[in-house]
C-alpha cells in the first residue's frame, strides 16, 4: 500500500526534541538485519535509524560502518549496545561509538550505568529497553533520558505485559520520556501508543520488509505473509523469552531450553559461564536463518507481521505511518 504524502512536516513529542528529529519514530536495532543503508534511509525520512553494534564483525567491520553511516547523512543516528557480562566488545563498541558521533544509545539486557556515564559527556542520549516498573526505575536514577517499554507483541525480547498497559502504567511512575515497542506497524496502532502517553514508538518487525534489508528474501516474505499467531515464544535462542516466527524447524527444535541447559542456568557457580554460552548458540542459528538458505529458520518477528502487506522502502514505510497516524487522527469519533 502507498499513500499521499502527508501534510505534517513533524510530529512534535518529548522523543523529538531530545533527539532533534521530525518524527517520534526509532527503527528499532535488529540483530542481523539492521545496516548502513536502513539506518541512514530511516533518519534521513525523519526518524532516527539504529542498528545493533554487534551486527559487524569483526569490530574493524563496526568501524566502517559507523563512518560510512556518518557520511552519508547528518541526521541522528543510533547505536544498541547489549551491557550484560556476555558482550565482551560492549566497552570498545561505546568508545568507537562516542569518538564516531553517535546520539542515541539503546541499552539492553543489563545495566547501562557506564553508557549513560560516557553518553552524557558527548552530550548523547540514552534510552533502556525495560519490562516493567522496578528496572525502568532503576534506569531513571541513573540517569536513563528514557525508556522503551517492550510490551507482548514484540519481536526479539519481548516482555510479559499489555503495551498498552506497560505505556501508560510507566508514564505515570516515571518522570522521563516512555518509548512504545510492541505491535506497531502502522499508523493507528502508533497513534493509540502516542494517545496512552509514549513519547515515541520504537518500530522493528515492519522495516524487515524493507528493500533496504539484506535477509533472506525468503524471511521477508514470512513476515508478510505470517499472522500474530503464527509468532511463538521460545528461551531456546538466549535463555530468555525471545518471539519468532513459528516454522518446522522451530516447532522441531522446541521453545524450551534443553533440561541440562536451564539447570545449569539456575545453578549461582555456572551462571555465568552457561548465559554466553547460550546466547552464543542462539546467535548462530539466527544467523545461519538470517543471512543464507537454511533449513534452520529461525526468523525473529513481533505480533505486527499480521500489519504488513508489502515490501517497501523504508523512506514508504515512514512516510506511510505518517499519513495513516494523521488520518486515525482525523477519523477518530469526535466529542459531540
Avoid at 542481523?32 to 569490530?59: C, K
Avoid at 565482551?88 to 558521533?101: S, Y
Avoid at 508478510?224 to 509468532?231: G, L, Q, Y
Avoid at 518471539?243 to 545453578?267: C, H, N, S
Wanted: hydrophobic share 45%; proline share 5%.
Amino acid at each position: 500500500m502507498t499513500t499521499q504524502a502527508s501534510a505534517l512536516t513533524r510530529i512534535e513529542t518529548p522523543l523529538t526534541e531530545m533527539l532533534g528529529i521530525r518524527y517520534p519514530i526509532i527503527q528499532a536495532p535488529m540483530f542481523l538485519v539492521s545496516n548502513v543503508d536502513m539506518v541512514v534511509a530511516a533518519s534521513e525520512a525523519g526518524a532516527i535509524g539504529t542498528f545493533p553494534a554487534l551486527n559487524y564483525r569483526p569490530i574493524e567491520k563496526y568501524v566502517e560502518a559507523l563512518k560510512e553511516m556518518k557520511k552519508r547523512t547528518k541526521k541522528p543516528i543510533g547505536l544498541n549496545i547489549i551491557v550484560n557480562k556476555s558482550n565482551t566488545r560492549a566497552k570498545e563498541d561505546l568508545k568507537h561509538a562516542l569518538d564516531a558521533g553517535v546520539n542515541l544509545f539503546i541499552t539492553s539486557l543489563g545495566s547501562p550505568k557506564e553508557v549513560i556515564t560516557e553518553a552524557h559527556k558527548n552530550g548523547a542520549k540514552v534510552v533502556c529497553d525495560v519490562i516493567n516498573l522496578e528496572h525502568a526505575k532503576k534506569v531513571q536514577d541513573l540517569g536513563a533520558d528514557g525508556v522503551i517499554a517492550v510490551g507482548a507483541g514484540a519481536g526479539g525480547h519481548a516482555g510479559p505485559l499489555s503495551p498498552i498497559v506497560l505505556v501508560n502504567w510507566l508514564k505515570h511512575e516515571l518522570d522521563i520520556p516512555v518509548i512504545a515497542a510492541g505491535g506497531i506497524a502502522n499508523g493507528a496502532t502508533m497513534a493509540s501508543m502516542l494517545a496512552v502517553g509514549a513519547a515515541g514508538v520504537s518500530i522493528g518487525t515492519r522495516f524487515i520488509a524493507s528493500t533496504e534489508a539484506r535477509v533472506e528474501q525468503a524471511y521477508k516474505d514470512a513476515i508478510v505473509n505470517s499472522s500474530p499467531e503464527d509468532i511463538v515464544m521460545t528461551t531456546r535462542i538466549s535463555g530468555t523469552p525471545a518471539a519468532v516466527i513459528k516454522t518446522p524447524y522451530v516447532e522441531r527444535m522446541g521453545l524450551d531450553l534443553p533440561w541440562y541447559l536451564k539447570f545449569a542456568k539456575d545453578q549461582k557457580t555456572l551462571k555465568k559461564y552457561v548465559v554466553p554460552l547460550i546466547h552464543y548458540l542462539g546467535s548462530k542459528k539466527l544467523e545461519e536463518a538470517a543471512t543464507g538458505p537454511s533449513w534452520k529458520t529461525v526468523w525473529s518477528a513481533g505480533q505486527s507481521v499480521g500489519l504488513v502487506e508489502d515490501i517497501l522502502s523504508c523512506d514508504q514505510i515512514i512516510k506511510n505511518l505518517v499519513v495513516e497516524y494523521e488520518e486515525t487522527l482525523k477519523n477518530l469519533p469526535k466529542v459531540q
